[in-house]
C-alpha cells in the first residue's frame, strides 16, 4: 500500500503562493500517477490537478494559469503550485494515488489522509 504525505499548507493573502508538497513511502513512485484534490466547507472533494507516471499533467480549467504540478521521481514526491490565490482556493488540499486515463479522465484510489490545509485571507 502507497501511503502519502501532504504538507505546505498555510495562511496567505490574496495574490500570495503557496507549494504543496506530496511525499510517497513507495519504491514504485515512478510508475504512478498522483492527483490533488480538494474539499472546502460546505462543498464537495474536486480535483485541482493530475499527474500520469509519465509527467502527463492535467489542471482544472479554475486553475489554468495559476496552478501548476510537478513531480520529482527520486524525492518520490509531487508539488502542486498555487500562485496568484484567491479566497475561494481556501480548502483542505489532499493528494491521492490516481488512474490517469488516456482520455484524461481521472480516477482516484479509495484512500484519503488527512490534507493540508490552505487559507486565503482577502
Known amino acids: 500500500q502507497v501511503q502519502l504525505m501532504e504538507s505546505g499548507g498555510g495562511l496567505v493573502q490574496a495574490g500570495g503562493s503557496l507549494r504543496l508538497s506530496c511525499r510517497a513511502s513507495?519504491?514504485?513512485?515512478?510508475?504512478?500517477?498522483i492527483g490533488w484534490y480538494r474539499q472546502a466547507p460546505g462543498k464537495q472533494r474536486e480535483l485541482v490537478a493530475a499527474?500520469?507516471?509519465?509527467?502527463?499533467?492535467l489542471v482544472a480549467e479554475y486553475g489554468a494559469g495559476r496552478l501548476t504540478i510537478s513531480r520529482d521521481n527520486a524525492e518520490n514526491t509531487v508539488y502542486l503550485g498555487l500562485n496568484s490565490l484567491k479566497p475561494e482556493d481556501t480548502a483542505v488540499y489532499y493528494c491521492n494515488r490516481i488512474t490517469f486515463y488516456s482520455d484524461y479522465h481521472i480516477v482516484p484510489y479509495d484512500d484519503w489522509g488527512q490534507g493540508t490545509q490552505v487559507t486565503v485571507s482577502s
Open positions: 499527474i500520469s507516471a509519465d509527467s502527463t499533467t
Open positions: 513507495t519504491n514504485m513512485f515512478n510508475l504512478i500517477g
